[in-house]
Structures are given as C-alpha cells and as structure tokens.
C-alpha cells in the first residue's frame, strides 16, 4: 500500500554528519501517521531512534542520539529527515524508515515495539569510522 523510499546512508568518520531522508511515494498526511526511523546494528534488537508525529508525541529522539540528531519533515513533498551530527562509532547500523498508521504517535518508538509498526522502508547502512 504503502512505499518508503530512503536515502542518504553511507560512510562516515567519527565527528561528522550524514542526512538521511524517507519519502513516502503514495502519499500521506501527518495528521494519520506517525513516521521515523528504527535502525539495527549487528547481534543488537531493533531500536527506535527517531519519530515525527502530529499527536501528542510531537516528536521523539532516544537517549542516545537526543542533541545529535534531529527531525525534520517537508510536508510539500511527502518526505521526513533525519540529520545527525557528531556520529560516533555506535550510530553504526541499518537504518529503517517506519510509518505506524492511524492514530499519530511515537509510542511505537520510545517503547521499541518495531512489531507495531505498519510500514517500512528497505534499509540503508550507516557505517561510523573510528
């Protein structure tokens, strides 16, 4: 139903940024989902990092990247970012864009419960070079 196309993974040292982007090729509006990314690193669960929501959540970041990343959505264009600053070598993981549909929140992400989630993108590789 649902089409999340990512970009913007790759290589990086230590100290510098990377952005990535999620656009949503059917379309969406904020006001029916919540929407950002999980990601999973080898022989690590799957954890919420990030998420952008009209409801009550607002938006959410986990502990371990709050004040380094940040959250941003163009609406015109269907399309969400996350831009992360000062990467360290445990930002390293796959990164997957996730949509939970209907009510808009972020609970999914700051419980971890990637089981709630309704759609995904494909994955792109972060790797942080020491």
């Known amino acids: 139903e649902m089409q999340l196309v990512e970009s913007g993974g790759g290589l990086v040292l230590a100290g510098g940024s990377l952005r990535l982007s999620c656009a949503a090729a059917?379309?969406?509006?904020?006001?029916?989902?919540?929407i950002g990314w999980f990601r999973q690193a080898p022989g690590k669960e799957r954890e919420g990092v990030s998420c952008?929501?009209?409801?009550?959540?607002?938006?959410y970041y986990a502990r371990s990247v709050k004040g380094r990343f940040t959250i941003t959505s163009d609406n015109a264009q269907n399309t969400v970012y996350l831009q992360m600053n000062s990467m360290k070598t445990e930002d390293t993981a796959v990164y997957y864009c996730?949509?939970?549909?209907?009510?808009?929140?972020?609970?999914?992400?700051?419980?971890?419960?990637?089981?709630?989630?309704?759609?995904w993108g494909k994955g792109t590789l972060v790797t942080v070079s020491p």
């Open positions: 996730a949509v939970h549909s209907g009510y808009g929140s972020c609970s999914d992400w700051e419980m971890n419960h990637y089981y709630g989630i309704d759609y």
């Open positions: 059917s379309g969406f509006t904020f006001d029916d989902y919540a």
């Open positions: 952008i929501s009209s409801g009550n959540g607002g938006t």
